[in-house]
């Protein structure tokens, strides 16, 4: 199974940007997607956007396309995030994780990453 590592996090003031990064090891990535999930406390984990690793085919939250934009890199084995335009209500835990197929379901990945904290201040 691969472990996946997101970092990238940190204190951003709103209308600021952005990019987590997540790095993949001891797997593979080939057949599989990677999705960004968020989450606050006290509430259920959050689909972000998925990109399947093949293709590069994104795929993103209604709520979030426009701001949000994923990419990866084949060599790296490495998946990006990149958030523009932040606004409050973005501060969460980060989470990259691996899927079989394109999902917006969490109990459809595997290889959770152990998250990166972005807060947004005012």
């Known amino acids: 199974q691969a472990q996946l590592v997101a970092s990238g996090g940190g204190l951003v003031q709103a209308g600021g940007s952005l990019r987590l990064s997540c790095a993949a090891s001891?797997?593979?990535?080939?057949?599989?997607?990677m999705g960004w999930f968020r989450q606050v406390p006290g509430k259920e984990r959050e689909f972000v956007g998925h990109i399947t690793w093949s293709a590069g085919s994104t795929y993103y939250a209604n709520s979030l396309k426009g701001r949000f934009s994923i990419s990866r890199d084949n060599a790296k084995v490495t998946g990006y995030l990149q958030m523009n335009s932040l606004k409050p209500e973005d501060t969460a835990v980060y989470y990259c994780?691996?899927?079989?197929?394109?999902?917006?379901?969490?109990?459809?990945?595997?290889?959770w990453g152990q998250g990166t904290q972005v807060t947004v201040s005012l």
């Open positions: 001891g797997g593979t990535f080939s057949g599989y997607g």
């Open positions: 994780a691996r899927s079989r197929w394109l999902s917006t379901n969490v109990r459809d990945y595997d290889s």
